[in-house]
């Protein structure tokens, strides 16, 4: 079996090419490159040094380092055109997008007048990577299994709070199925709503037609690649924690099942806090509304936790995760497969086990 498992951050691009015929997973193939939204908001910077107008057409991409380079495109009294599909990688709604200056065209392709850059945007490029992996005596051709992490909050109804809305969800999936492989999405359970997953989805399914597609968020993939850790599976209770570029999110776990979730913004978090927030988490005594007026997305538990004292191992991942050094708190620092930035690579993989493989049999 093999599953090519993608793990999309704000900052790069994790692959691992799992394949159950090696004798080893530090035998599989894996790669860390740029993430799509550092390489296009490189291609923007380069636009607006040249005062070159821009039409962008394409996928939804992540925003992050690419809205940022949009911006200031725009605030230099530069222009820029989008597809609609496109657009969305800035904002949820058109409008939105449009009231940030943003020109919004039903056109693939830019007016016979435009003289400046054209930048097509996209996440999924198989058959580019099934290329450059010929060259290694590698194929795409025989993977079962593409799974994808992109941040994914989902278009939430206009008089809710996109943050709330996404932690909401979480909370009403694991309720029904409290494993953390239960945050992945099937092909066919990807919401509407969720925008960007939809376009990966049609990404794979275009270039790889016979493959299972699985998408998740790239938080919940993380705290998944967490647990297959030694120090995790030793343990009964476990705080899994991914401090992410964007999110942070810690996960109460107990004999493989979630029973608390916390999320935050990073950029809101110092040592101190992100200690204080943590024990009171394992404690039980968080709520919601505490970490929601603090700009975070909010708290929820499943089940009573089982306080600080009575967790066997902390256990952390994320490009931020050396914010933790300072907490003073005892963590073990992930690197499934031997490598930290297959946390998420890794919880793909056994996500796309426990969903797609699992049913199978």
Same mark, same amino acid.
């Given at each position: 079996?093999?599953?090519?498992?993608?793990?999309?951050g704000?900052?790069?691009?994790?692959?691992?090419?799992f394949d159950?015929?090696?004798?080893?997973? @530090?035998?599989?193939?894996?790669? %860390?490159?740029?993430?799509?939204? +550092? *390489?296009? !908001?490189?291609?923007?910077?380069?636009? &607006?040094?040249?005062?070159?107008?821009?039409f962008?057409?394409?996928?939804?991409v992540?925003?992050?380092?690419?809205?940022?380079?949009?911006k200031?495109?725009?605030?230099?009294?530069?222009?820029?055109?989008?597809? @609609?599909?496109?657009?969305?990688s %800035?904002?949820?709604?058109l409008? +939105? *997008?449009? !009231?940030?200056?943003?020109?919004?065209? &039903?056109?693939?392709e830019?007016?016979?007048?435009?003289?400046?850059?054209t930048?097509?945007?996209?996440?999924i490029?198989?058959?580019?990577?099934?290329?450059?992996?010929?060259?290694?005596?590698?194929s795409?051709?025989?993977?079962?299994?593409?799974? %994808?992490?992109v941040?994914?909050?989902? *278009?939430?109804p206009?008089n809710?709070?996109?943050?709330?809305?996404?932690?909401k969800?979480?909370?009403?999936?694991?309720?029904?199925?409290?494993?953390?492989?239960?945050?992945?999405?099937?092909?066919?359970?990807?919401?509407?709503?969720?925008?960007?997953?939809q376009?990966?989805?049609?990404?794979?399914?275009?270039?790889?037609?016979?493959?299972? *597609?699985?998408?998740?968020d790239?938080?919940?993939?993380?705290?998944l690649?967490?647990?297959?850790?030694?120090?995790?599976?030793k343990?009964?209770?476990?705080?899994?924690?991914?401090?992410?570029?964007g999110?942070?999110m810690?996960?109460?776990?107990?004999?493989?099942k979630?029973t608390?979730?916390?999320?935050?913004?990073?950029?809101?978090?110092?040592?101190?806090k992100?200690?204080?927030?943590?024990?009171?988490?394992?404690?039980?005594?968080?709520t919601?509304?505490?970490?929601?007026?603090?700009?975070?997305?909010?708290?929820?538990y499943?089940?009573?936790?089982p306080?600080?004292?009575?967790?066997?191992?902390?256990?952390?991942t994320?490009?931020n995760?050396n914010i933790?050094?300072?907490?003073g708190?005892?963590?073990?620092?992930a690197?499934?497969?031997?490598?930290?930035?297959?946390?998420g690579?890794?919880?793909l993989?056994e996500?796309?086990?426990?969903?797609c493989?699992s049913?199978?049999n």
């Amino acid at each position: 079996m093999k599953i090519l498992a993608i793990d999309i951050g704000a900052g790069t691009k994790d692959v691992l090419l799992f394949d159950d015929t090696k004798e080893t997973i @530090e035998n599989c193939v894996k790669l %860390v490159l740029p993430s799509p939204s +550092q *390489v296009y !908001a490189d291609r923007v910077r380069r636009a &607006t040094a040249h005062s070159e107008d821009i039409f962008v057409n394409g996928d939804v991409v992540g925003g992050g380092a690419f809205t940022s380079a949009l911006k200031h495109h725009l605030k230099g009294g530069h222009r820029v055109t989008m597809t @609609e599909q496109a657009a969305y990688s %800035v904002r949820n709604t058109l409008d +939105q *997008v449009r !009231a940030l200056g943003i020109e919004i065209t &039903t056109n693939q392709e830019p007016p016979r007048e435009f003289a400046g850059q054209t930048i097509t945007i996209k996440e999924i490029s198989l058959t580019e990577l099934n290329g450059f992996l010929a060259e290694y005596g590698e194929s795409l051709e025989d993977v079962n299994i593409v799974a %994808v992490a992109v941040q994914d909050h989902g *278009v939430s109804p206009s008089n809710v709070s996109d943050r709330r809305y996404r932690i909401k969800n979480m909370q009403r999936t694991l309720e029904s199925n409290p494993r953390p492989e239960a945050l992945a999405f099937l092909e066919s359970e990807i919401p509407t709503n969720h925008l960007r997953m939809q376009s990966v989805a049609r990404a794979i399914r275009s270039q790889l037609p016979h493959v299972e *597609v699985l998408l998740m968020d790239t938080s919940p993939d993380a705290i998944l690649g967490c647990l297959f850790e030694e120090a995790s599976k030793k343990a009964s209770n476990v705080l899994a924690i991914n401090v992410g570029n964007g999110h942070t999110m810690a996960a109460l776990i107990s004999e493989g099942k979630i029973t608390g979730i916390m999320e935050h913004h990073t950029r809101y978090l110092n040592h101190r806090k992100l200690r204080r927030l943590l024990i009171d988490f394992m404690n039980g005594s968080l709520t919601d509304e505490e970490v929601y007026s603090d700009k975070g997305h909010g708290a929820f538990y499943l089940k009573e936790p089982p306080s600080f004292i009575n967790i066997d191992t902390i256990v952390a991942t994320g490009p931020n995760r050396n914010i933790l050094e300072k907490t003073g708190l005892s963590v073990h620092f992930a690197a499934p497969a031997g490598d930290v930035m297959m946390s998420g690579p890794i919880g793909l993989v056994e996500a796309a086990k426990a969903r797609c493989v699992s049913r199978k049999n």
